[in-house]
């Protein structure tokens, strides 16, 4: 699994990994360095996410990311709470039809959609099991990113025929798929553990970096679903390795960097907007 790594990822992973301490321009340029990107493409991307408000600035010239945009930030920090994700189903299910027509706008909820692992069960119509531990009003703010504008319908239903039910199961979310690559990237994720403190500082930052981004964005993207549906083994093995890999990260990134405030290994997480 290949991740873009942009400006604006790298922007943010970093704004990110620093939580609520406001990072300087020159800190970000500087990081920017390693991984191949100019001081102008960085401070360009920097005040394009600063006017579409999803990073914020102070008179100091120093950068977080702004409160639009911290909720989804928060939720993609969800990994580490592993499986205490999701409780234990009922059969009842999620759903959501949207009511906007507007085609960005349904792009963006697509998107926030199928992070929060649901899929399209019908013709405008999306579904998950009922089974996160997050709460609906939380599932819905997520969605609908704090619009003032209605976006859509969430509720909750049953009553599905076990036709409609298993057609669902066996076709929306390929969980032999979402395994292997799980797996694929655990095996990465230790080989790299081995040798990153036996590599050179710069090499083992861009490493830890990228490897560190593949394994956080396939746990955020796991769709959690239910026992019933796809075995946790390979999401929980994954999720113990990156938090091995996560702290050995932050003391490699900490020490690069000790001016800044890092909270966690910075890794690519892009915002869903």
């Known amino acids: 699994m290949e991740l873009d790594i942009t400006p ?10 620093s939580k609520s301490k406001a990072m300087p321009i020159k800190t970000l340029v500087q990081i920017g360095k390693l991984l191949g990107f100019t001081s102008n493409t960085i401070r360009v991307r920097t005040t394009r996410l ?7 600035s ?3 010239g120093l950068y977080r990311i702004s409160k639009k945009s911290s909720q989804i930030s928060l939720y993609l920090e969800r990994w580490r709470k592993g499986e ?6 009922n059969g009842k299910w999620l759903c959501f039809i949207p009511t906007s027509g507007k085609e960005q706008l349904m792009k963006s909820i697509v998107k926030r959609l199928d992070m929060l692992g649901f899929r399209k069960g019908l013709p405008g119509f999306w579904i998950r099991p009922d ?7 939380k599932i819905k703010s997520l969605i609908e990113q704090h619009s003032s504008q209605h976006q859509g319908e969430l509720f ?6 076990q036709k409609q039910i298993s057609n669902w199961s066996r076709n929306l979310w390929p969980t032999k798929e979402i395994a292997r690559i799980q797996d694929t990237i655990g095996s990465k994720l230790e080989d790299s553990f081995k040798r990153l403190s036996k590599m050179p500082t710069e090499n083992a930052l861009i490493e830890s970096f990228l490897f560190g ?6 746990l955020t993207m796991d769709p959690m679903l239910p026992g019933q549906m796809m075995n946790a083994t390979s999401r929980i093995q994954l999720t113990e390795m990156m938090k091995s890999y996560d702290k050995l990260g932050k003391q490699l990134w ?3 960097f000790s001016e800044i405030s890092i909270h966690h290994s910075p890794i690519h997480l892009q915002l869903v907007s």
């Not at 604006?8 to 990110?16: E, H, P």
């Not at 205490?84 to 189903?89: A, I």
């Not at 909750?156 to 025929?161: D, K, L, N, T, W």
């Not at 981004?213 to 396939?218: D, K, L, R």
């Open 8 to 17: 604006k990822n790298l922007i943010l992973s970093m704004l990110q990994a």
């Open 50 to 56: 600063l006017r579409e408000g999803t990073i914020e």
């Open 58 to 60: 102070d008179e100091r």
């Open 84 to 89: 205490d994700q999701v409780t234990d189903w």
């Open 131 to 137: 089974n996160l531990t997050l709460e609906f009003k």
């Open 156 to 161: 909750r239903a049953e009553g599905f025929s």
């Open 213 to 218: 981004s593949q394994a956080i964005y396939a």
């Open 254 to 256: 900490s020490k690069q």
